[in-house]
T-cell receptor, first 115, second 114 residues
């Protein structure tokens, strides 16, 4: 149980294009999902908290118009990196908080490379 | 505000030796504590968690951790490590009034050598 999937696992795109990353909780419902960014050899940096049916809450310094988050159902949240630039290249990880037990379960991550 | 400090950025150890990865936290409210493991190019996998009750928590892969409130610590231990335990380990804390938001430590790279 407690499986979270992310799609795609890896994406390469040209500068200026937009990229959508999906995060799904496969066997539990999650009213809250989180999006993180991780640079090489570093810890996870929380970007935003995604709440089902409401607007996401962004951490200080994260551009909400750049990183669009939608949480349309209890099992799906999406992160869209708009007009991507090379500095957006990173490892993006989502997590889903189990409604019943409160634990966060993490997806396998998405490696984004912007050329 | 809460914070987490992992005292060792790298821990090299020989196979079958015991290991302890240290984690200290600071918080003004009651906390929940977690240890996650990350293998290269993968997401995080939950090793174990402390929510309440017994302060000695057993997790997967033979790991355990002890919550020590007086020392504000949650050190991770394994009596005998394997090569396959080589990975990055993250300690994290959350509290009920933070909406489930996790605060992560900087991570400890465990390197198990034959």
């Amino acid at each position: 149980g407690a499986v979270v999937s992310q799609h795609p696992s890896r994406v390469i795109c040209k500068s200026g294009t937009s990229v959508k990353i999906e995060c799904r909780s496969l066997d539990f419902q999650a009213t809250t999902m989180f999006w993180y960014r991780q640079f090489p050899k570093q810890s996870l940096m929380l970007m935003a908290t995604s709440n089902e049916g409401s607007k996401a809450t962004y951490e200080q310094g994260v551009e909400k118009d750049k990183f669009l988050i939608n949480h349309a159902s209890l099992t799906l949240s999406t992160l869209t990196v708009t007009s991507a630039h090379p500095e957006d290249s990173s490892f993006y990880i989502c997590s889903a908080r189990d409604l019943n037990e409160g634990t966060q379960y993490f997806g396998p991550g998405t490696r984004l490379l912007v050329l | 505000a809460q914070s987490v400090t992992q005292l060792d950025s790298q821990v090299p150890v020989f196979e079958e030796a015991p290991v302890e990865l240290r984690c200290n936290y600071s918080s003004s409210v009651s906390v929940y504590l977690f240890w996650y493991v990350q293998y290269p190019n993968q997401g995080l996998q939950l090793l174990l968690k402390y929510l309440s009750g017994s302060t000695l928590v057993k997790g997967i892969n033979g790991f355990e951790a002890e919550f020590n409130k007086s020392q504000t610590s949650f050190h991770l231990r394994k009596p005998s490590v394997h090569i396959s335990d080589t990975a990055e380990y993250f300690c994290a804390v959350s509290s009920r009034n933070q909406g489930g938001k996790l605060i992560f430590g900087q991570g400890t790279e465990l390197s198990v050598k034959p």
